[in-house]
């Protein structure tokens, strides 16, 4: 039903108005030459209103003349008689005409980059490497050559397992799958030793295979050997082998800390001010015309592309920039509380170092205290596996 | 007479088949959706419309639907869609010669 009055409506229909005194035989003949009407309505004894589709009210006069009847057109319906209303105003279809040329125009280039995937990887760096091969914002989608692109990531960067470049739209999605770091596995048949991975006192040596070189109370620096790979017999002589066992050592890790006693804190006084500015690729017109009112700021940026669907992005951008006023108070802290602080923050950046913390045998806090600043070295001592397989180069 | 000529009346095959009636033969299919809504397919043409009385002729007879603000809604070869407030439908049988 709705279906029907969106093609009248497309098709264009009139409204009429039909007089005389054989309305019914009219009815009959259109209906027997296959003219549609449709919502008639007696109106009086000698009017019927009537719906007729334009093309059939060219057919309908003759038999208006053999009813002997009068036609009078009330209302004009349809898309038909809006494009014809348009005709005239030339202009307005020149500038509709441009309009659609550009935004098909537009639509085959590539407008924005997004790099999905990547979580150790530099989005820059990728742009970079995107941007010597010719694949960059602003290029014809024909002529950017997704293949070349993708081999160029793969051939610079190690870190790099798999890309994949997507074009939706004015949109290229890169998607970065990113390659686990390879530990240097050394085949079991080749020889090796242990060797310290980090400066400490020897705990506990259990060799499985090979010569312990070091014994427990022994100091180690990095790199020294703790396992040998070889194994001296009597009768067999020197005998190369692929060392394993485990060294357990008690590690130090210590950080230091500094905080000053006269702190400046940030108060915001909660007025913002917010300004826009246009991006047109890297082209920038600022929106607005004064400095900001407030003596000290922070400045918050947002940079949104606009685009026309999900996938259409445009070449222009609007920034928002987001003013805070914040007024400076100095606070002096009191040298228990700046301890505190700076304990605080020396045994974050330890823990991040500290694999297995259940280890941690012993912490020391060394502080220093001046007039003007706290200094504190925190300093852990963790029970810790320091050997790793190294490869015996003859 | 060339009206009887038209009309259909079916035979035992269709009948066999279970086919609807109103499409082998040429008798009119008078559905009533609540009191506003009437629809006859199979009709011949209509004898006369007032706005409260439409007269319809098909193949085997005359319906005549009293009613208000009867409008006739759509229109095509066989089918008729009638809206408005219907307040009774009566029959006028034309004599099939053949049947007597």
């Known amino acids: ?70 036609v009078k057109i009330k209302n004009k319906k349809g898309l038909p008689f809006i494009f014809n209303k348009y005709k005239k105003r030339k202009i307005f279809l020149l500038l509709l005409a441009i309009c659609i040329a550009t935004i098909i125009a537009l639509s085959n280039f590539i407008w924005n980059i997004e790099i999905t995937g990547t979580n150790k990887i530099n989005k820059d760096e990728i742009m970079q490497i995107l941007e010597e091969t ?26 790099v397992a798999w890309v994949g470049i997507d074009i939706k739209g004015t949109n290229a999605v890169v998607e970065i799958v990113e390659a686990d770091e390879k530990p240097e596995i050394i085949n079991e048949e080749e020889y090796c030793n242990l060797v310290a991975s980090k400066d400490g006192i020897i705990s506990k040596v259990n060799a499985a295979n090979g010569t312990p070189l070091v014994k427990e109370g022994d100091v180690v620096k990095k790199g020294d050997i703790l396992v040998a790979g070889w194994l001296e017999g009597k009768y067999t002589g020197t005998r190369y082998v692929h060392a394993t066992g485990s060294v357990e050592a008690r590690v130090w890790y210590s950080q230091k800390e500094k905080v000053p006693l006269k702190q400046i804190e940030k108060e915001y006084t909660g007025k913002t001010e917010t300004k826009y500015s246009l991006n047109i690729n890297n082209f920038k017109i600022n929106l607005y015309k004064r400095l900001s009112n407030f003596e000290k700021y922070d400045t918050i940026e947002e940079y949104k592309k606009l685009q026309l669907f999900s996938d259409f992005y445009l070449p222009f951008g609007l920034t928002k920039i987001t003013n805070k006023e914040y007024n400076e108070k ?45 200094e504190v070295e925190v300093v852990y001592e963790v029970l810790e596996t320091i050997e790793t397989k190294e490869k015996i180069v003859f | 007479m060339r009206n009887r000529k038209r009309y259909k009346k079916g035979n035992k095959f ?29 009709y011949k043409s209509v004898l006369e419309y007032e706005e409260f009385y439409v007269r319809i002729n098909t193949y085997i007879g005359i319906i005549n639907i009293n009613g208000f603000n009867l409008v006739l809604n759509e229109m095509s070869e066989d089918d008729l869609l009638i809206t408005g407030k219907i307040d009774g439908i009566d029959f006028e049988t034309i004599v099939d010669e053949e049947e007597e």
């Not at chain 1, 009429?16 to 027997?32: A, M, Q, S, V």
């Not at chain 2, 066999?16 to 008078?30: A, C, D, R, T």
Request: aromatic share 8%.
């Open chain 1, 330 to 374: 100095e606070i002096i802290l009191q040298k228990e509380d700046a301890k505190n602080q700076a304990v605080n923050l020396a045994e974050e950046k330890i823990n991040e170092q500290i694999k297995d913390k259940s280890k941690i045998l012993n912490k020391q806090i060394k502080v220093n205290n001046t007039d003007e600043y706290i």
């Open chain 1, 1 to 70: 039903m709705y279906l029907k009055v969106l093609l009248n409506y497309i098709l264009g229909y009139l409204n009429i108005e039909i007089e005389g005194y054989y309305i019914e035989k009219f009815i009959n003949l259109c209906n027997n030459k296959k003219i549609a009407l449709w919502n008639l309505k007696r109106e009086k004894t000698t009017i019927l209103n009537a719906n007729i589709g334009i093309t059939d009210f060219k057919e309908i006069r003759k038999i208006l003349k053999k009813t002997k009847c009068r």
């Open chain 2, 14 to 42: 269709n009948k066999l088949l279970e086919m609807p009636k109103e499409i082998y033969s040429n008798e009119p299919k008078i559905t009533v959706t609540g009191f506003h809504e009437l629809l006859i397919e199979n």
């Open chain 1, 134 to 159: 010719n694949f960059k914002v602003g290029t014809l989608k024909s002529k950017a050559d997704t293949k070349e692109a993708i081999n160029k990531i793969r051939l610079e960067r190690d870190d």
